[in-house]
């Protein structure tokens, strides 16, 4: 699974300035540890020696301390990730995520290991407990730190990349972590509709209008030698719909009836279009149409839909993790007559005699 970056996080990481920095946890005087736990502690001697052991070797061209941002700490994870599918994260005393690193390998978050996986600090290495201020999730896992030992006291959002600065509550309070896997898009959008997950609109992005395919509607039989005018009511409605898009581009549709996100939805789509979201759109109407001699004469109906795109954002009760899923509402506009067309079909000689459709009144009228 593709590991997503909160937006509201990023924009946070915008506006941190070295001045606003913590600084540094390790203590003056005493040299960075570098360590990884994978059941068993082992130790380099620099951050170089951290990775090749974290990547059982496949990793050789770390810097020698990490570099500063979480640009290059995720960059350098995801190389971490590919060689390593085991790993869950690598954490770093610092904020800005360099300092003493341990790298955490519990089976990541891609196979049926139960979830939240606990790992406590204070177990794996004491001098970890309380110092780690900055962590990275791997294969897949999100990271949510927690003040005391088996996820006690105040407990943080799983992310996918975190960081706690000096005079926030995680601030060199860390002693237990927990991970989580990434849902998929589709997870997600399923969560929002059976509640698993708050989710909320982040915005709509994008409007159109475009036709949908033709429906015969009704119809209307001549059998006479002479044409003839028909008074036709007809009446078809069309379903609307809310889509979100999962992965690879395909598209989960749940209905109009969903959760937290339909009151957001609801008045974006008023907004642009003037008219709530509506679980159908029923056309009905009265027609006169001339219908030629000897001939059926078939009405069409050609919706137009309005179309309105978004982006959503999922946070899942169990956990915090957050998912952004695109969203799409589809729903038929009442236009009235537009989108009428007909179509004029001659009758065959079997269907002239056919006493359903050329009765003794010389035709029939019926909606389809």
């Known amino acids: 699974m593709r590991r997503k970056i909160a937006a509201t996080a990023l924009a946070t990481l915008t506006v941190l300035s070295s001045a606003g920095m913590a600084q540094n946890a390790t203590a003056v005087g005493t040299p960075p ?11 380099a001697t620099d951050f170089r020696g951290l990775v090749r052991l974290a990547t059982n070797g496949a990793i050789l061209d770390a810097p020698l301390t990490p570099t500063a941002g979480w640009v ?35 089976n990541g978050c891609l196979g049926s290991m139960t979830r939240p996986a606990v790992m406590n600090l204070n177990m794996i290495d004491p001098n970890f407990d309380n110092k780690l ?7 897949g896992c999100q990271v949510s730190p927690a003040e005391h030992p088996d996820r006690g006291g105040y407990v943080g959002d799983a992310r996918p990349i975190g960081w706690h600065n000096a005079g926030t509550q995680l601030y060199n309070q860390i002693t237990s972590v927990s991970y989580y896997p990434t849902p998929t898009k589709e997870e997600a959008a399923k969560a929002c509709a059976n ?48 889509s979100f898009e999962t992965e690879y581009g395909q598209k989960l549709s749940i209905g109009l009836e969903f959760g937290d996100l339909k009151t957001g ?23 006169i149409v001339a219908v030629p ?13 309005q179309i309105l795109k978004g982006v959503a954002t999922a946070k899942m009760r169990d956990g915090g993790v957050l998912v952004d899923i695109p969203w799409t509402v589809k729903q038929a506009a009442a236009d009235g007559s537009d989108g009428l067309t007909w179509d004029e079909i001659p009758l065959t000689a079997a269907e002239l005699k056919d006493p359903n459709l050329c009765p003794l009144s010389g035709g029939v009228t019926r909606t389809l």
Not at 80 to 98: C, G, K, Q, V
Request: one cysteine or more.
């Open 33 to 43: 540890r570098y360590c990884h736990y994978n059941g068993k502690l082992q130790c």
């Open 293 to 305: 001699a000897k001939y059926r004469s078939v009405l069409y109906k050609t919706p137009s839909y």
């Open 133 to 139: 201020n900055s962590e990275v999730g791997m294969n």
């Open 195 to 242: 509640g698993a997950a708050v989710c909320t609109l982040k915005d709509a992005q994008s409007a159109s209008v475009v036709s949908g395919a033709a429906r015969p509607v009704a119809f209307s039989t001549n059998c006479t030698s002479i044409n003839q005018s028909r008074t036709l009511w007809w009446e078809t409605s069309f379903a609307n719909e809310v």
């Open 72 to 106: 290059s700490a995720d960059a350098l994870s995801r190389r971490m990730e590919r060689a390593n599918p085991y790993l869950s994260s690598i954490h770093f005393s610092n904020p800005d995520w360099t300092g003493s690193v341990l790298t955490i390998a519990a």
């Open 265 to 287: 939805i609801d008045l974006s789509f008023t907004q642009r279009y003037g008219q709530r979201t509506t679980n159908t759109t029923t056309f009905k109407q009265q027609e």
